[in-house]
């Protein structure tokens, strides 16, 4: 289904007489880029706002994980291997980058499978990948230990961060940080959960949850079918994305199930969120970075000034942080949310700078 801004405007009109000004939260990474690049704020009425969520796996990651990753790559026999946004993400004493420009070993590998092989053909070193990412890349993660075990490769590790998007959502809408009249869901993510997962928010919430693609005339369906939604009183979960189904990816579920169990993880700004990470099974532990090494103790740090936290909450936007385009940029981030490609501010800064 598609429809066009007119008929955005017209809906958006006859809502805000009742309802005033509305919030539309996309929790994607791609899609606040694609957002961004297409100019599509501008095009939308005054009274519907589009904020951004905790959609950008790098941003969302607190920033202990980053100190100790920093930690692991200082160490002498250990090769960090990590996703390119993570390197210059800035922890308490600098970033991956700053550490590999002081000696440290950091590779940059594009899947986690690469990172296996690296490992192969590095007996003498410890392999520890940086398993950054939500329900997209969780299952190449589970390929990636399998693999390992199947080949007896005992020099790989994980240090894992992998994140869930449904509890994200629930502690948004339970901690009340921000406004959000319906969620623009992201289609990567419900390619494995299928969209109907997002039926629950929906239920216990009362909002829309429409799961989109990523070029303009996508999104603006998917906003569109928020908005008929909560014109006609609704609230339920669907998709205006082809590529996705309601069932989504059984494989990679049970791929998933096979080697993690859920636990409870910390959020950049939303804190402990129960259930919502996960962790590697007892059967798999001697692959976990966080049980084979002694990692450091690290206490909570923000940088002064610095509001990606509630940039990912919907709080505020990247316009409204005073670092932002100043002592904040692409080439001098201060916080992550100006580092990923898939972060608000880079998004921001590239595309509406002015």
């Known amino acids: 289904m598609k429809i066009d801004c007119e008929k955005i405007h017209e809906l958006a009109a006859n809502l805000a007489s009742s309802r005033g000004e509305l919030s539309v939260m996309e929790v ?3 899609h606040t880029m694609a957002i ?12 519907l706002r589009l904020i951004s969520g905790p959609g950008c796996p790098v941003c969302v990651t607190d920033q202990s ?5 920093i930690w692991l790559a200082r160490k002498e026999d250990v090769v960090v291997a990590t996703y390119g946004d993570m390197v210059r ?3 308490r004493e600098g970033s991956l980058a700053d550490a590999r420009a002081r000696g440290a070993a950091v590779e940059v590998v594009y899947s986690a499978n690469q990172a296996v092989s690296l490992a192969a053909k590095m007996p003498d070193r410890q392999i520890v990948f940086l398993a950054v990412g939500f329900e997209t ?3 190449g993660t ?20 992998h994140k869930l998007m449904l509890p994200a959502m629930r502690a948004l809408l339970e901690g009340g940080r921000a406004r959000i009249d319906g969620f623009l869901c992201p289609g990567h993510v419900a390619v494995i959960l299928g969209w109907e997962a997002f039926g629950e928010i929906s239920d216990d919430f009362s909002k829309p949850c429409v799961v989109a693609g990523f070029d303009p005339s ?8 928020i908005l008929s939604q909560l014109a006609a009183g609704q609230a339920k979960a669907c998709s205006v994305y082809s590529s996705v189904s309601a069932e989504g990816n059984a494989k990679a579920r049970r791929l998933m199930s096979e080697v993690f169990v859920e636990t409870d993880a910390d959020w950049r700004a939303l804190g402990v969120i129960s259930g919502s990470g996960l962790t590697l099974r007892e059967s798999f532990a001697k692959y976990d970075a966080a049980r ?3 990692l450091p103790e690290t206490e909570p740090y923000q940088a002064p000034g610095c509001r990606c936290g509630e940039v990912i909450t919907g709080i505020c936007g990247p316009h409204d942080c005073g670092l932002f385009a100043k002592s904040c940029t692409p080439r001098n981030p201060v916080g992550p949310c100006m580092v990923s490609s898939e972060g608000a501010c880079a998004a921001a800064y590239k595309y509406e700078k002015r």
């Not at 961004?36 to 009274?47: C, D, I, V, Y």
């Not at 589970?142 to 080949?151: D, T």
């Open 65 to 69: 994980y980053i100190d100790r990753a």
């Open 36 to 47: 961004a690049a297409s100019g599509l704020r501008s095009l939308l009425p005054e009274t």
């Open 292 to 294: 084979q090494f002694t």
């Open 218 to 225: 996508q999104i603006a369906a998917g906003i569109g079918e």
């Open 142 to 161: 589970a390929m990636a230990i399998l693999r390992a075990r199947e080949e007896s490769i005992d020099n790989f590790f994980a240090f894992t961060a």
């Open 137 to 139: 890349t969780t299952p």
């Open 28 to 30: 994607c990474g791609t």
């Open 89 to 91: 993400v800035p922890g």
